[in-house]
């Protein structure tokens, strides 16, 4: 990972001040309305959670979209780099530990993902962790499996590189399996459990891969055995 430098973390900080000080005015309000009430507590921190996080999320769709870093490799220095410096702050910071804690609803995880920037179908849910949802399309009636991870950076020996990452339309991913940078994985295709599909893999409309690393195990013009 690149070293994140000061000057990143000041900018990040400063967009950040946008939701607390929304947040502090609108907790301020709260506050004299819920006074007194029966669980005024508890509704006034779920509220005050709930204001922060649908702010914090506005200003970095914001962000992504006035200073987008391009696909492919980052060069060192750069502004692109300074771009995803401050970008992978609200990564580390806000969103990487509420998602790792598993605690967002699988049905709602597809509007998550949208909120976020990634494009999803309708009927597709994610019970894995999607890394830079706004370079990540899914199509419809797509399923996740339980701690799959998509990756769309690829990071070896200080290079630092960004590929979209395309799943098509009813496309399965097995429980554990990791889908990596620049794989396209086309409509109706099945990737088996705990399977490792590599950079830039392309599998094909109704194909069978799995393994470590995934490879073809049943083509889409064969008959089906026991995956």
């Not at 929304?22 to 709260?30: D, K, P, Q, R, V």
């Not at 970008?87 to 804690?101: A, Q, S, V």
């Not at 993902?113 to 019970?127: D, H, M, P, R």
């Amino acid at each position: 990972m690149r070293k994140v430098t000061v000057f990143p973390i000041l900018v990040f900080f400063a967009l950040l001040s946008f939701p607390v000080l929304l947040t502090g005015g609108c907790a301020f309000l709260l506050m004299k309305w819920l006074d007194g009430r029966f669980g005024g507590e508890i509704l006034l921190a779920l509220s005050v959670v709930s204001v922060f996080l649908a702010l914090t999320v506005l200003v970095y769709r914001a962000y992504i979209r006035l200073f987008p870093f391009p696909e492919g490799e980052l060069a060192v220095g750069s502004t692109e780099e300074f771009r995803y410096l401050v970008y992978i702050m609200f990564w580390l910071m806000i969103f990487l530990p509420i998602l790792r804690l598993c605690i967002i609803p699988v049905p709602l995880s597809r509007l998550v993902l949208i909120a976020l920037g990634g494009k999803v179908g309708e009927g597709t849910y994610s019970s894995g962790l999607v890394f830079d949802p706004h370079l990540v399309s899914i199509g419809a009636g797509t399923q996740l499996g339980i701690d799959c991870l998509i990756i769309p950076h690829a990071q070896a020996a200080g290079r630092l590189a960004h590929h979209r990452v395309c799943i098509g339309d009813n496309v399965t991913i097995g429980g554990r399996s990791v889908i990596m940078a620049g794989a396209v994985i086309e409509d109706g295709a099945v990737v088996g459990f705990c399977s490792l599909v590599t950079k830039g893999t392309h599998i094909r409309k109704d194909e069978v891969w799995g393994g470590v690393p995934a490879r073809l195990i049943r083509a889409a013009s064969t008959s089906e055995p026991d995956a």
